[in-house]
Antibody, heavy 112, light 109 residues
Framework: QVQLQQWGAGLLKPSETLSLTCAVH????????WTWIRQPPGKGLEWIAE???????NYNPSLKSRVTISVDTSKNQFSLKLSSVTAADTAVYYC??????WGQGTLVTVSS | QTVVTQEPSLTVSPGGTVTLTCASS?????????PNWFQQKPGQAPRALIY???NKHSWTPARFSGSLLGGKAALTLSGVQPEDEADYYC?????????FGGGTKLTVL
């Protein structure tokens, strides 16, 4: 059974870059697509970005200028970077495989 | 900007049936939007229930079913259990990007 373990800095200052990594344990890494999703406190889910098994990427248009998603198949990991963060980027960030299996979530707070 | 709309809240009695819907601001929802449905309970990560309109994951209880209904995606719960009380989110595909609905808070009362 696949498990996704995610980590990254939980407290950032405005203008810094958010960096999260998701490690995949179990199952093939190369045959799926990989997604990042976030949820501000008390609010709904927002799709951020995805990367396919071929390495092609898609981004939420509202975040595209600040987001990079990448994959390291040698480590069975994929990552998210979000630059120039503001308080509006405070959220729980989730990684997911094929939108089916999800990580436990990482709370990222942006505060001066 | 594309908006996906769900009922903000619904209430159902235990053992009853309820249908949650998911509408698109661009027009009718079709199978080409690959509707997904997720359940989220307080303090937990979302759990996937339905993908590509009506396909269940191996862990999805039989009482959950997905469909297209009147130009919307729909999630029907038949024989609702108390543990089904949760937030439910739909997700639609728009040619390279995905958009979540605002979520439906389902109360079992």
């Amino acid at each position: 059974q696949v498990q996704l373990q995610q980590w990254g800095a939980g407290l950032l200052k405005p203008s810094e870059t958010l960096s999260l990594t998701c490690a995949v344990h179990g199952g093939s890494f190369s045959t799926y697509f990989w997604t990042w999703i976030r949820q501000p406190p008390g609010k709904g889910l927002e799709w951020i970005a995805e990367i396919s098994k071929s390495g092609s990427t898609n981004y939420n248009p509202s975040l595209k200028s600040r987001v990079t998603i990448s994959v390291d198949t040698s480590k069975n990991q994929f990552s998210l970077k979000l630059s120039s963060v503001t308080a509006a980027d405070t959220a729980v960030y989730y990684c997911a495989r094929n939108l089916a299996s999800w990580g436990q979530g990482t709370l990222v707070t942006v505060s001066s | 900007q594309t908006v996906v709309t769900q009922e903000p809240s619904l209430t159902v009695s235990p053992g009853g049936t309820v249908t949650l819907t998911c509408a698109s601001s661009t027009g009718a929802v079709t199978s080409g939007h690959y509707p997904n449905w997720f359940q989220q309970k307080p303090g937990q990560a979302p759990r996937a229930l339905i993908y590509s309109t009506n396909n269940k994951h191996s862990w999805t209880p039989a009482r959950f079913s997905g469909s297209l209904l009147g130009g919307k995606a729909a999630l029907t719960l038949s024989g609702v259990q108390p543990e089904d009380e949760a937030d439910y989110y739909c997700l639609l595909y728009y040619g390279g990007t995905w958009v979540f609905g605002g979520g439906t808070k389902l109360t079992v009362l």
